[in-house]
């Protein structure tokens, strides 16, 4: 069994910081891809950023050059740390680990994070 544990959301005030932490754990095998997304209230999920194995980083526009995905290989960890921070980042932001197991190394499966509430008021 897998987890992904989320945490570091908060209330901040707009031009802010916040770092966000999702650690993986359980019978992990190997992570290739670890994924930030967000819902914020009444809309849909979104992909706000995203790190393969190897480092290669993507971002959705509205939040390239204030936030920064990293990851952690050793510790199965990703951050997420997010400056500038503006009232449309309100969200629920969910820690997303597309990983094989122990059991099923040959499988790829999709795993997520219970979510961490980011609240940024003007």
């Known amino acids: 069994q897998v987890q992904l544990v989320e945490s570091g959301g908060g209330l901040v005030q707009a031009g802010g910081s916040l770092r966000l932490s999702c650690a993986a754990s359980g019978s992990v095998f190997s992570i290739n891809v670890l994924n930030w997304y967000r819902q914020p209230p009444g809309k849909q999920r979104e992909l706000v950023a995203a790190v393969t194995s190897g480092g290669a980083t993507n971002y959705a526009d509205s939040v390239k050059n204030r936030f920064t995905i990293s990851r952690d290989n050793a510790k199965n960890t990703v951050y997420l740390q997010m400056n500038s921070l503006k009232p449309e980042d309100t969200a629920v932001y969910y820690c997303?680990?597309?990983?094989?197991?122990?059991?099923?190394?040959?499988?790829?499966?999709?795993?997520w994070g219970q979510g961490t509430q980011v609240t940024v008021s003007s």
């Open positions: 997303n680990g597309l990983l094989t197991t122990a059991q099923a190394m040959g499988v790829t499966r999709s795993y």
